[in-house]
């Protein structure tokens, strides 16, 4: 099920994916934000966070430079630039039995990306998306 599920997620991010995010999150998955310390439940806020996290990140040169999936738990391993500064990261995706994303995590590095990437999803979010 992770091998179809970070399929839909790569052509979700191309804008590729007909039903979006509702086609690809489960009602209650769980997102972990590299600056909130709360973990964001529901399909609604994660939808919020992960459409920011998308505009924010590829303006950038956006790409993913490794994959590792197991069972059902992807490791994405990514690069991007935001307002300059060089940005890298993880997301960790889990999904359940039916392909659909329960848990979304995102790690990023080093900490003068983790400003940029803060400082553009706050105003993205602030602004309702």
């Not at 086609?23 to 709360?38: M, R, W």
Request: with cysteine; proline share 3%.
């Amino acid at each position: 099920m992770i091998d179809d599920a970070t399929a839909r997620w790569h052509r979700y991010l191309a804008g590729e994916l007909p039903g979006g995010l509702d086609e690809l999150l489960a009602d209650d998955v769980v997102f972990y934000s590299p600056v909130v310390h709360t973990p964001q439940r529901g399909r609604a806020v994660t939808t919020q966070y992960l459409e920011a996290a998308a505009r924010t990140l590829a303006g950038g040169g956006f790409r993913y430079t490794k994959q590792v999936l197991s069972e059902d738990t992807a490791v994405l391993e990514f690069e991007t630039s935001v307002a300059g500064r060089y940005v890298n990261g993880v997301d960790i995706i889990r999904c359940d039995g039916a392909g659909r994303i329960v848990e979304f995590r995102v790690m990023v590095r080093p900490l003068q990306g983790i400003q940029a990437v803060h400082e553009q999803m706050g105003r993205l979010l602030a602004a309702g998306g």
